[in-house]
């Protein structure tokens, strides 16, 4: 990339747009819906899950108290009672001394962070969620034979590991490759369209509501550059970095394979090209080299 590519710097700017937007609107979540609270019955028992957005402290309380089912509400920091109207803290103690008893399921069961230091910089500890802790475990810990973590894909957990191991390693892998997806879409846009098609797919990719996504510490961003360098080169005619880029997406996500369908289509469409066009010893070599680096997508 030059330091003066219109592309790149068309791609920060939707970045930071981007991020400074969602930063926005997830402050404003936060502060309307700081606590989340629910009302369950769980494998039936009557249970009252907690979750605390920012902080990421956790909490499953039995609602019969005295042989009396309370229904909770938040009351953030706290929770509190439709019964009795008292006041709870997510230690399930109440501001009269009575103290909730823990459900029969851990809190780990149903707000699980697989084994993974909880964060506490609360910047960064509502983005540990779902998935996030999967990739985190595997990171820290390597895969389990009986954990399910096998079914997540190598190459993010390794990159994480690679740059610390913790949540702040895995935003910023996922940021930067968000930034590469968005130069990639400006550029194959601009080469295709030109530059008012290619600013209209920049904008719609950067508002589309699950770009939400592409921020988190997730594979979409890393997955979506991988693809989208490979379909770059593969227009430029690069086959052999086009099929080193397909293989890297495969290895971050399943459908990283089907990449070898469009590319193994471009490489016959320019074989049989190079047949009319080169003498046969460089038409094999040709040949083979591009076919060679295509079969390192099924390999990853």
Sequence with gaps: MARNDKSLRVALIAFIAARIALSAWAWIVLQMNPLIVSNLNLFGEQVVVAFDMQAGQRAVFARLV???????????????????????????RANDGAQLALASRASEEIFPYRGVAIETNSLLAPWQRFDANWYLKIA?????????????????????????????????????????????????????????????????????????????????????????????????????RASIFAALAALTRLQGALLIFPLAYLVWKKNNAARLTLEASRSFSYTFRNTFFLALIPLA
């Design 66 to 92: 005295d042989g009396r089912e309370l229904h909770f509400r938040a009351a953030p920091p706290n929770l509190v009672d439709g019964e009795t109207n008292r006041m709870w803290d997510l230690n399930g």
């Design 140 to 240: 820290q810990r390597g895969y389990s034979a009986d954990d399910g973590s096998t079914v997540y894909f190598p190459l993010y957990p390794l990159l994480i590991r690679i740059f610390g191991g913790g949540l702040l390693a895995a935003i910023v892998i996922s940021n930067l490759a968000l930034i590469g997806v968005f130069y990639l879409v400006y550029q194959l846009g601009k080469d295709l369209m030109g530059e008012k098609f290619a600013a209209r797919a920049l904008a719609y990719l950067a508002i589309f509501p699950t770009a939400f996504f592409l921020f988190a510490p997730y594979t979409e961003s890393l997955f979506l550059f991988f693809a989208l360098a490979s379909i770059h080169a593969a227009a430029k005619e690069k086959f052999p």
